[in-house]
T-cell receptor, first 114, second 114 residues
Framework: DAGITQSPRHKVTETGTPVTLRCHQT?????MYWYRQDPGHGLRLIHYSYGVKDTDKGEVSDGYSVSRSKTEDFLLTLESATSSQTSVYFCAISEMGPSGNTIYFGEGSWLTVV | AQSVTQLDSQVPVFEEAPVELRCNYSSSVSVYLFWYVQYPNQGLQLLLKYLSGSTLVKGINGFEAEFNKSQTSFHLRKPSVHISDTAEYFC????????????FGGGTRLMVKP
């Protein structure tokens, strides 16, 4: 258990509304990530953070923004949700080790845009 | 940039039979390799990882994988599967000098039949 909590776990929202997903970690990890999972695509990186107020884009960042004002919280915002953003969203952290880093995932947030 | 190919999208197998899930990657630098398992409606759980050292890596639930640098492969094996192994399995790679970024394969759905 890497101490990652995602909220909400399930959400249904309407097209055009803003949505914010929250990722909370308890172990002071520097790197945090947001991925989305879609059938046939595995997981694709949306945005990541390498420290407070330090974020960067991933492979599929269009339509998403992030913020990290505290080490423990990483927020993903869909400014105006579209049906193509219906997906499962996973937060992750990177745990530093002597041989390399290992990425651990939260339980996921199921988002449906209708 | 690295990429990961999981050669089989679905693998049906009978209970107690052996199984191999194939994973090939491409990268121009040294890599770290991971297998994650996702049970229905759950998050991703780390199954095993190769960071350095022995190329044969043992993970949880009786799974193992072998890193083959010349073949750029990291196939996952289990000598005897159980019904409870039914899940989706994801291979992922990160580059050793950028060890905080994971690239995933598309996933392989293992279906164990009685």
């Amino acid at each position: 258990d890497a101490g990652i909590t995602q909220s909400p776990r399930h959400k249904v929202t309407e097209t055009g509304t803003p949505v914010t997903l929250r990722c909370h970690q308890t172990e002071n990890h520097r790197y945090m990530y947001w991925y989305r999972q879609d059938p046939g695509h595995g997981l694709r990186l949306i945005h990541y953070s390498y420290g407070v107020k330090d974020t960067d884009k991933g492979e599929v960042s269009d339509g998403y923004s992030v913020s990290r004002s505290k080490t423990e919280d990483f927020l993903l915002t869909l400014e105006s949700a579209t049906s193509s953003q219906t997906s499962v969203y996973f937060c992750a952290i990177s745990e530093m080790g002597p041989s390399g880093n290992t990425i651990y995932f939260g339980e996921g947030s199921w988002l449906t845009v209708v | 940039a690295q990429s990961v190919t999981q050669l089989d999208s679905q693998v049906p197998v009978f209970e107690e039979a052996p199984v191999e899930l194939r994973c090939n990657y491409s990268s121009s630098v040294s890599v770290y390799l991971f297998w994650y398992v996702q049970y229905p409606n759950q998050g991703l759980q780390l199954l095993l990882k190769y960071l350095s050292g022995s190329t044969l890596v043992k993970g949880i639930n009786g799974f193992e994988a072998e890193f083959n640098k010349s073949q750029t492969s990291f196939h996952l094996r289990k000598p005897s599967v159980h019904i409870s192994d039914t899940a989706e399995y994801f291979c992922a790679v990160s580059e050793a000098d950028a060890g905080n970024m994971l690239t995933f394969g598309g996933g392989t759905r293992l279906m164990v039949k009685p």
